[in-house]
C-alpha cells in the first residue's frame, strides 16, 4: 500500500527565507507526486505535480519540487517565501495503475514579515 | 472551472444519528473521493469510488458507508454517528487517468464539511 511521510509538522520563518518541505514516500512501483496547499480557510488547491518526464517540477508562485527516484523523495522548495506563503501544505502520491490518492500529515508554514 | 459542491459547510448532528453528507461535481470526473481532516493527522481517505457504483476503501472507512449512483454525486453516510467523527470532512474529483487524453490529471476539492457530532 502507498503511503506518504512529512517530517516537518510546523516551519517557522522569515520573510524572504530559503523553504525546503520534506515528502518521502512508499511504494514500489511508478508513482505520480503532488504538492497541495491549503490557505487559511479556503479549499485545498494543487501548487504542482510530477507525472513524468524531467524530474524537476516548477509550479504556482515560485515553487518548485524535485522528484529523486533513489531517494523516493519529492521535496518542496522555494528560494525565497513572502508572507502570503503562509499556509498548510501536503505532499500526496498515487500510483501508475490506481488513480487512489494518498495524503501525507501535511506541514504548516508560518512566515513572519 | 471544474466544481465540487458539498451539500454543507457546518453540520450538527447527535451521537447515534444517520448522517449523509453528498457532494456533486460537473466535470464528469470518472473519480471521487472522500478524506477527513484533522490536525495533526492530514488527510486520511475513506473512500474512493472510480466509476459509477464501484468503490474501494480507504485506509478509514470503518464507521462509514458510501454511494455512487451516479457519476456526478458522490454520498457518504455515517450509519451511527458518534463523538470521534468529529472533523472536517472533504470530497474530491478528478479524471481517470487516460480518459479523454488526460493523463496527468489531478483532483479538484470541494470546500469541506465541518461535522460536529455531539
Known amino acids: 500500500a502507498q503511503s506518504v511521510s512529512q517530517h516537518n509538522h510546523h516551519v517557522i520563518l522569515s520573510e524572504a527565507a530559503s523553504l525546503e518541505l520534506g515528502c518521502n514516500y512508499s511504494y514500489g512501483g511508478t508513482v505520480n507526486l503532488f504538492w497541495y496547499v491549503q490557505y487559511p480557510g479556503q479549499h485545498l488547491q494543487l501548487l504542482l505535480k510530477y507525472f513524468s518526464g524531467d524530474p524537476l517540477v516548477k509550479g504556482i508562485k515560485g515553487f518548485e519540487a524535485e522528484f529523486i527516484k533513489s531517494k523516493f523523495s519529492f521535496n518542496l522548495r522555494k528560494p525565497s517565501v513572502q508572507w502570503s506563503d503562509t499556509a498548510e501544505y501536503f505532499c500526496a502520491v498515487s500510483s501508475y495503475n490506481t488513480d487512489k490518492l494518498i495524503f501525507g500529515t501535511g506541514t504548516r508554514l508560518q512566515v513572519f514579515p | ?116 457530532v455531539v
Not at chain 2, 17 to 25: A, D, N
Not at chain 2, 35 to 46: S, V
Not at chain 2, 75 to 102: D, F, H
Open chain 2, 1 to 116: 472551472d471544474v466544481k465540487v459542491t458539498q451539500s454543507s459547510r457546518y453540520l450538527v448532528k447527535r451521537t447515534g444519528e444517520k448522517v449523509f453528507l453528498e457532494c456533486v461535481q460537473d466535470m464528469d470526473h470518472e473519480n471521487m473521493f472522500w478524506y477527513r481532516q484533522d490536525p495533526g493527522l492530514g488527510l486520511r481517505l475513506i473512500y474512493f469510488s472510480y466509476d459509477v457504483k464501484m468503490k474501494e476503501k480507504g485506509d478509514i472507512p470503518e464507521g462509514y458507508s458510501v454511494s455512487r449512483e451516479k457519476k456526478e454525486r458522490f454520498s457518504l453516510i455515517l450509519e451511527s454517528a458518534s463523538t470521534n467523527q468529529t472533523s472536517m470532512y472533504l470530497c474530491a474529483s478528478s479524471l481517470r487517468q487516460g480518459a479523454k487524453e488526460v493523463w496527468d490529471t489531478e483532483a479538484f476539492f470541494g470546500q469541506g464539511t465541518r461535522l460536529t
